[in-house]
């Protein structure tokens, strides 16, 4: 029984890889993809809060500027536009790309915009490339620091062993947010500070997973035979154990990508992880949760939302299916208590 | 068990004294000197004399430590909060219970919805796939998301909660209307905080159960004709349910942190949304209380699910004899 079920959920990787890629790949492009700058507001007092699919007319001024219009029409001498409920008409001089029949340019708003009158695909797009990029870095981060301490602890004797774990637990049974919280209101926040706080505090479920591997490879028959040639402590732990005891701890990174992420957006939503104007999906969402933003413009909460919750499953996806795969003593075992818990935000 | 006991609250007593150094030492870390931190339109000379003798910031750092130190343990002062004027103990005091009722109904909320699915999806291999769906979406959702979204439609397309806040306590205390308005108001933070963190209970259990049901004690209850309700129930249940306490030491931190983003949220005036609104005023006496308390309280729940896991389990007790 046990066996069959762990096939059946390993056949997910290549399709939850798949999703991973469609949500990652985009934002990492988001320069080529992104129809406009993510911080553009062109004429925001008629941009703004447009729900998903909202094309407007844009009006290109003598002046240089630009003006949007729900409808624009030719009337004799000028352009009638139409914007919230009210009508003007532009002299023709005045507007640079007049056609026959209205103006030659487009606003394609494919998501919405923001109370801002900001482009939501654009800004999903950049956004998810700061959400990308601080998780990645940070998870690096935490794997080296996680690395280093499991290897410590594991090879490094009884003592060391016991001081590290006991930090491992302490480390594990803080609510880091507020000390993260507290540690911002001191500090301005930027993404440098940011990163070092997840990875600084991601890393214990990895250390812990890598000293229980190390310890159990420790005493297996290659390594005895490595020692009994004679071979550098260090060559053996650095070509013998590490790659072994790696599979696990890779696998376990993928998951602490996601919960990283999640991180990241927790704290960009309440204000202390990235900072406006740049986009985060965090601080996304934080734009559309005021009570008046959330019931007449929903779209701006829910797709940055979204796009955070699809990325987290996909990893997770992939995750617990590569665990099934290439980690056969895991299967239909749940995840330590240590990893389930993982996600301190 | 003696030594046990006594081995677990050293550690206990331990984290929480790092709690507090780290606390400390943030204030300092601040950019140049800590009075500057506290320099505000809105304190008055004499709350600035307090905070001066309370912080000892005349003296060097290794003795304005001590005394700091000092305060908090002999005297349990605090200082005073520079938004609310009365002194932090009393504000912390207020957001306590109303912390505890969210996180424990949570709680309960979490371990029922992990019991059930994480039973169902261990026993019926029907319900496995799609109870393994269902704890993945609650894996992953962002706290504060789904808080919206619930907001969204329960308060607003289909109106039968409230979108956040606490009764003011109209109607009087203690009475039946106020306390159906409490309830109606602990609903949906309670609901998403608990459901969020049942994601990862149903897993848990799941894998526990299933470990446990191939072990050779159940095959015995099996042979001795035991009904399969009572090898479940009794005999399996018993045995998986014994790491779900250890469990609790994790899940408190998690539950308070969680509790911080869903009380922001909702505005629940409790432990976290103080420190949330505490860091917009810069209420620096607030955020160094609630940070360290928060610690404290962890500590004493890790030592709490320490002990009662000891109490279940007699294996645990000599954990620290070998390795």
Redesign the interface.
């Known amino acids: 029984?046990?066996e069959e079920?762990g096939r059946?959920?390993s056949s997910t990787v290549p399709w939850s890889l798949v999703l991973l890629l469609a949500l990652a790949l985009p934002p990492l492009a988001a320069p080529w993809l992104a129809p406009y700058d993510p911080a553009e507001q062109t004429d925001a007092a008629v941009a703004k809060n447009r729900p998903p699919g909202t094309v407007l007319a844009a009006v290109h001024l003598a002046d240089g500027s630009w003006r949007l219009a729900e409808r624009v029409e030719r009337v004799p001498g000028g352009l009638r536009i139409t914007a919230r409920e009210r009508q003007e008409v532009l002299p023709a001089a005045d507007v640079l790309n007049l056609t026959a029949n209205g103006v030659a340019d487009h606003r394609r708003f494919f998501l919405g915009t923001d109370h801002l009158g900001r482009d939501l695909w654009s800004r999903l797009l950049y956004g998810g490339r700061i959400s990308f990029l601080v998780g990645s870095v940070s998870v690096l981060l935490a794997l080296s620091l996680g690395v280093a301490v499991g290897s410590a602890a594991a090879l490094g004797g009884r003592f060391l062993d016991s001081v590290l774990m006991?930090l491992v637990d302490?480390f594990?049974?803080?609510?880091?947010?507020?000390?993260i919280?507290?540690?911002?209101?001191?500090?301005r926040p930027g993404l440098g500070p940011l990163v070092l706080i997840l990875g600084g505090t991601g890393w214990m479920g990895i250390s812990r997973l890598l000293r229980a591997e190390l310890l159990g490879l420790r005493q297996s028959e290659f390594v005895l035979a490595a020692r009994a040639l004679g071979q550098h402590p260090f060559a053996i732990f650095w070509r013998h154990l590490l790659p072994n005891a790696m599979t696990p701890v890779l696998i376990q990174t993928t998951l602490l990508v996601?919960n990283t992420i999640?991180a990241e957006?927790?704290l960009s939503?309440?204000g202390?992880g990235v900072q406006p104007p740049m986009a985060s999906w965090?601080n996304m969402?934080?734009e559309?949760?005021s009570?008046s933003a959330?019931?007449s413009a929903?779209w701006i909460?829910?797709f940055p939302?979204l796009a955070?919750?699809?990325t987290?499953?996909a990893l997770?996806?992939v995750g617990?299916g590569l665990r099934d795969a290439l980690d056969p003593r895991s299967r239909?075992?749940?995840?330590s208590?240590?990893d389930?818990?993982l996600?301190?935000? | 068990m003696l030594a046990f006991v006594l081995r677990r609250l050293a550690?206990s007593l331990l984290?929480l004294y790092?709690?507090l150094t780290?606390?400390f030492f943030?204030?300092h870390?601040?950019?140049g000197d800590p009075i500057h931190?506290f320099e505000d339109q809105r304190m008055t000379a004499e709350q600035r004399a307090r905070l001066e003798r309370l912080y000892h910031l005349d003296r060097p750092l290794p003795e304005q430590y001590l005394a700091w130190l000092g305060a908090i343990v002999l005297h349990g002062d605090w200082g005073i909060s520079f938004s609310q004027q009365r002194a932090v103990t009393a504000v912390i005091a207020d957001c306590v219970p109303r912390t505890a009722l969210l996180a424990s109904t949570a709680l309960v909320v979490d371990y029922a919805a992990g019991l059930l699915f994480g039973i169902l999806a261990a026993r019926r291999?029907g319900a496995?796939?799609a109870i393994?769906v269902v704890s993945?979406?609650l894996?992953?959702?962002?706290?504060?998301?789904l808080s919206?979204?619930a907001?969204?439609l329960f308060s607003?397309v289909w109106p039968i909660f409230p979108?956040g806040g606490y009764p003011s306590g109209a109607g009087g205390a203690g009475s039946m209307a106020s306390l159906f308005d409490v309830l109606r108001h602990l609903a949906l933070p309670a609901l998403v905080l608990g459901l969020l963190g049942a994601g990862?209970t149903i897993?848990?259990?799941?894998?526990?159960l299933?470990?446990v049901m191939?072990r050779d004690f159940i095959r015995a209850a099996r042979a001795k004709g035991l009904s399969e309700a009572r090898v479940v129930w009794v005999h399996g249940l018993r045995n998986a349910l014994t790491?779900l306490i250890?469990?609790f030491?994790?899940?408190?931190?998690?539950l308070?942190?969680?509790s911080?983003?869903i009380e922001?949220?909702f505005s629940w005036p409790g432990l976290g949304w103080l420190?949330?609104t505490a860091?917009g005023t810069?209420d620096?006496p607030v955020?160094?209380a609630?940070?360290a308390l928060?610690?404290v309280l962890?500590?004493v729940g890790?030592l709490l699910a320490d002990l009662a896991h000891a109490a279940a389990d007699p294996r645990v007790r000599d954990e620290g004899r070998h390795g």
């Not at chain 2, 897993?203 to 526990?208: E, V, Y």
């Open positions: 029984m046990a079920r059946r959920f006991r302490a594990l049974a803080f609510p880091f947010i507020f000390l919280i507290a540690l911002t209101a001191l500090f996601g999640l957006s927790s939503f309440l202390f965090g969402v934080a559309g949760r009570p959330l019931f929903w909460a829910l939302g955070i919750s699809l987290v499953i997770n996806l617990d239909d075992r749940s995840r208590t240590a389930a818990m996600p301190p935000l | 550690a984290l790092l709690v780290v606390t943030l204030i870390l601040g950019p931190l291999r496995d796939h393994r993945l979406l894996l992953a959702q962002p706290a504060f998301w919206l979204m907001i969204l607003y979108a990862s897993r848990f259990l799941r894998g526990s299933l470990e191939s790491p250890q469990l030491g994790l899940v408190l931190p998690a308070l942190s969680g911080l983003i922001a949220v420190t949330f860091v810069r620096y955020i160094l609630t940070t928060s610690g962890v500590a890790n």
